[in-house]
Structures are given as structure tokens and as C-alpha cells.
T-cell receptor, first 114, second 118 residues
């Protein structure tokens, strides 16, 4: 079965520090991968998506970046965190079955920038 | 323009009763998919149910059913026989599968917080 992992689960970082969040997927190959951010009490915002190794598309201009060094690994980074980067970060992948596509999420990383 | 609208920021329901969570959407893409997710306080996003725009019948998954009214562009989630464990945030989402979507990503509504009372 397919599973998706994220770490760390929680993170507290000072303003201006770097960030690296990791997402890995098991049980599938060449998945479409996504990074979403959820600010407190709000819906999800798509940040980046990737259809393959080295292929990254950005949906929202910001001080974050993403990389996909391996087929099943998706990394979200920042060189200098801002207070507004606080939130819940979710990695997701799409599972295609017949005529439908279902998007499954990892457990998330709760980031607090102080 | 907002593509997914959930007009109920919060809902209360008595345990064992049914509840309907509203969702309307806006798209010019003839091919699209509609999703509902549950997010408990732990933060994980749990897939509940999917409805394709060309599906003739309303989707059902256990106690969850999707009341799909294409002409009205609504995709309400119905939870039957509510349980205390159903208390969570519920998000409606849409994926445009034609020329409008970015490789299958989902557009989410702002969510509805459901509280089930014992």
C-alpha cells in the first residue's frame, strides 16, 4: 500500500533561520507531489507541485522553495523564515484509479516561527 | 473569484442525527472532480469521498454521501448517524481536470467546523 511520510512533525524556529521539511512516499513510483500550507483557522493553499524529479512548479510567490531530488522525495525549504511562514504544512500525492484521482495527504508538519 | 465556497464556518449536530455540510463551486472546465476531506484536531487530512463531474449517480462511502447538483454547482456532504468522532473540520475541494487545472492540484474551500453533541 502507498504511504506518505513527513518530518519533522513539529518545529519551532526563530525568524531568519533556515527551514527544511521533508516528504517521502512509499509504494508508488513517479507520483505527482504537492506542498500545501494551512494558516491557523484557514483553508489549504497550494505552494508547490512536482510531476517528476527536478520538476517544480510554484503557485504562490514567497520566500519558500521546493526541490525533488529523488522520485519519491519532496523537500520544502527556506533560507530565512518569516513570521508569516508559521502554519501547518502538508505534503500530498495523487493516486489515479480508473477514472478518478484521489489526493492523499501526509501527517503534516506544524511550524511555528518565533 | 472564489472557486469553492463553504458558507458554514461552524455547525452543530446531535449525535445519531444526520447533517449536511454545504459546498458550492465555480468552474468553466467541463471535466472536474469534487472531494471532501476531514481534518481532526491532529491536523491530518483524511479523504472521505469523491464525485466526478460526469458521474451519473451521487457518490456514497459508508455514512458519507455527496449530494451532487450539477446545474446548481453544489456538492454538499451528508453525514448520516453522526458520531462523536465526526467532530472535525471538513473541507470541500475541486480539481479541474481539463485545461484549467495545474496538474491535478486541489482548490480548497475554507472549511466547516462540525461539532457533534452527545
Amino acid at each position: 500500500s502507498q504511504t506518505i511520510h513527513q518530518w519533522p512533525a513539529t518545529l519551532v524556529q526563530p525568524v531568519g533561520s533556515p527551514l527544511s521539511l521533508e516528504c517521502t512516499v512509499e509504494g508508488t513510483s513517479n507520483p505527482n507531489l504537492y506542498w500545501y500550507r494551512q494558516a491557523a483557522g484557514r483553508g489549504l493553499q497550494l505552494l508547490f507541485y512536482s510531476v517528476g524529479i527536478g520538476q517544480i512548479s510554484s503557485e504562490v510567490p514567497q520566500n519558500l522553495s521546493a526541490s525533488r531530488p529523488q522520485d519519491r522525495q519532496f523537500i520544502l525549504s527556506s533560507k530565512k523564515l518569516l513570521l508569516s511562514d508559521s502554519g501547518f504544512y502538508l505534503c500530498a500525492w495523487i493516486f489515479y484509479s480508473g477514472g478518478s484521482a484521489e489526493q492523499y495527504f501526509g501527517p503534516g508538519t506544524r511550524l511555528t516561527v518565533t | 473569484a472564489q472557486k469553492i465556497t463553504q458558507t458554514q464556518p461552524g455547525m452543530f449536530v446531535q449525535e445519531k442525527e444526520a447533517v449536511t455540510l454545504d459546498c458550492t463551486y465555480d468552474t468553466s472546465d467541463p471535466s472536474y472532480g469534487l472531494f471532501w476531506y476531514k481534518q481532526p484536531s491532529s491536523g491530518e487530512m483524511i479523504f472521505l469521498i469523491y464525485q466526478g463531474s460526469y458521474d451519473q449517480q451521487n457518490a456514497t462511502e459508508g455514512r458519507y454521501s455527496l449530494n451532487f447538483q450539477k446545474a446548481r454547482k453544489s456538492a454538499n456532504l451528508v453525514i448520516s448517524a453522526s458520531q462523536l468522532g465526526d467532530s472535525a473540520m471538513y473541507f470541500c475541494a475541486m480539481r479541474e481536470t481539463g485545461y484549467g487545472g495545474s496538474q491535478g492540484n486541489l482548490i480548497f474551500g475554507k472549511g466547516t467546523k462540525l461539532s457533534v453533541k452527545p
